[in-house]
């Protein structure tokens, strides 16, 4: 089992409100909602949209350039959530997120606190179905229904949920669906999901979204340039068996940590997915769910880049990709490890959409994998026996380059691929069986998953791929950093999770560079280096 490493906390303070915008305090433990908000002498007890928000606070409407900051380390209690944010900027000078003067920030100010040092604030729905707000969306702790936003270092704990949710109830976070213009360039940072809770199988309850629920529409949805980014969803404080924790969107996933969920993301029309560290994903309470590493069911073009995903249960997929008809997923610099007995890698075809023929449940023809210097150990660690990918019928084109795969079988295709379809196309992939990957030191239980030490295969195999290093692919030109480093105190994630080298004229397969001699060729994320030896 790896050990997740420390970081330490990244101060992101709240910069200031822009010319002529105007800040709103709130408070719950000692603001009025008869105070004008707008010190922190004289603040809200709550947030405009929060339920019971009245008086002064029910006359607000906020403009684009407003920020509503909740007081550091207070907490909103059931009696005040769900909170239903209905308001929208204007403007943005980031792509995806919203940074600029248009942009409406919710979040902190990490100067203005109760206690002894700064801590997030919570809404906590306290383990049972929180209010109905007016809107009657039931039993979400934070919806939003606007557009040009950040929402910034929030804690959430005690959602409940019971019996068979209505889509995008029974969740943390609900961005709008189905509504083109609603819930785009909205940025989610730094937030910290954990804590919740969930009535039993035997008495009907099943598996939900209970992170963050967005619009599910394919092969591309309606929350367009809205990006998860820097934060944290952990049921390690749950039953650890329980929890979709993304499900339609946001379309950007990146530098965020997973752990102990059922399933990490189930995402439709993604654009990229990068620098995740996805780690537990376990068997669901519920024995009809559906589990995941990643799953994006029908998507454009998408990349798929510097993730960590390891320790998956049985039945759990790894990557699950299906591009629609000439466009592509492309994959690399990603780390796998202690996977299912199969499901480690699936090009698959698009779910039916407008965009393809269809046989009324999937397209009939679908666009091409790309992956690029991964390392994939495929199946348990304890027996990687599996066939890495299995290629569906669907797949106009796979392409298979620098890869270091690491499994037992040996049929078919070395035991690296199997197909339905169309045939790999493969260069300087390097397949090992697990004892001569052992011998050479590549093992699960490296500080670094599977990364090479002096010696090792892996170096100097792979192609130069440097004419590809542009776009969506700059990246590949260092090598990966494997996901996020975590501080368990602070629950807070930092990125890189692992110092990158870049990659020399003669390149390694698989996901890491060989630089440095000796067993650990990269420092820890968290120590500050001039030189390494």
Not at 303 to 318: A, D, K, M, R
Request: glycine share 12%; charged share 10%.
């Amino acid at each position: 089992m790896k050990v997740l490493r420390t970081a330490p906390l990244a101060v992101l303070m709240f910069t200031g409100a822009h010319a002529y915008a105007t800040s709103y305090y709130i408070d719950y433990s000692s603001g009025v909602d008869t105070n004008n908000g707008t010190s922190k002498t004289t603040p809200l007890q709550h947030a405009p949209g929060m339920y019971g928000c009245a008086n002064t606070c029910a006359s607000i409407n906020p403009k684009p350039g407003d920020s509503v900051i909740l007081k550091g380390g207070v907490t909103w209690p059931t009696a005040s959530l769900g909170w239903n944010w209905g308001w929208s900027g204007n403007a943005t000078t980031a792509n995806p997120g919203c940074t600029g003067s248009g942009c409406i920030y919710i979040g902190v100010d990490q100067t203005w606190y109760s206690g002894s040092s700064w801590a997030r604030p919570i809404l906590n729905g306290g383990g049972v179905a929180v209010n109905t707000p007016s809107n009657g969306v039931a039993n979400v702790l934070l919806r939003l229904y606007g557009s040009y936003l950040v929402v910034d270092n929030i804690e959430f704990t005690g959602l409940y949920w019971s019996g068979v949710p209505t889509y995008g109830t029974g969740t943390n976070i609900q961005l709008a669906g189905g509504e083109p213009g609603l819930d785009t360039n909205v940025q989610i940072q730094n937030i910290y999901i954990h804590g919740w809770s969930h009535g039993t199988s035997a008495s009907g309850t099943v598996e939900n979204p209970c992170g963050i629920a967005g619009d599910s529409g394919v092969p591309t949805n309606n929350n367009a340039n809205t990006i998860l980014i820097s934060s944290v969803i952990d049921g390690s404080d749950t039953d650890e068996a329980s929890c979709t924790a993304i499900m339609g969107s946001p379309p950007y996933v990146e530098n965020n940590l997973f752990q102990y969920v059922s399933s990490a993301m189930i995402v439709d029309g993604p654009v990229q997915i990068s620098g995740n560290s996805i780690l537990h994903v376990v068997a669901s309470f519920d024995p009809n769910a559906h589990r995941n590493a990643i799953e994006s069911n029908a998507n454009l073009n998408v990349t798929i880049s510097n993730n960590e995903i390891g320790h998956l249960g049985s039945g759990v997929l790894g990557i699950w990709c299906a591009p629609n008809a000439t466009y592509s997923c492309t994959i690399f610099n990603n780390v796998l490890f202690d996977t299912d007995v199969g499901n480690m890698l699936d090009p698959a075809a698009p779910v039916s959409n407008s965009g393809c023929t269809s046989n009324g449940t999937y397209c009939t023809s679908a666009g091409s994998w790309l992956m690029y210097n991964n390392t994939v150990e495929c199946g348990p660690d304890s027996n990687p026996a599996a066939v890495c990918l299995g290629i569906g019928a669907a797949l106009s084109a796979v392409t298979l380059e620098n890869n270091q795969f690491i499994t037992n079988a040996t049929t078919p295709n070395n035991g690296v691929w199997s197909t339905s379809g169309v045939n790999a196309t493969e260069t300087t992939d390097l397949k090992q069986l697990q004892s001569t990957a052992t011998a050479q030191g590549y093992t699960m239980t490296e500080a670094y998953p599977f990364s090479p030490t002096a010696g090792g295969s892996t170096i100097g195999y792979g192609t130069n791929l440097t004419i590809l290093c542009s776009g969506g692919l700059a990246l590949l030109c260092s090598d990966t950093q494997l996901g996020v480093a975590y501080n368990t105190t602070t629950h807070t994630v930092s990125s890189p999770g692992r110092t990158t080298n870049p990659r020399l004229a003669a390149w390694n397969a698989g996901a890491y560079q060989f630089i440095n001699s000796g067993p650990n060729p990269n420092p820890p994320s968290n120590l500050s280096v001039t030189s390494v030896h």
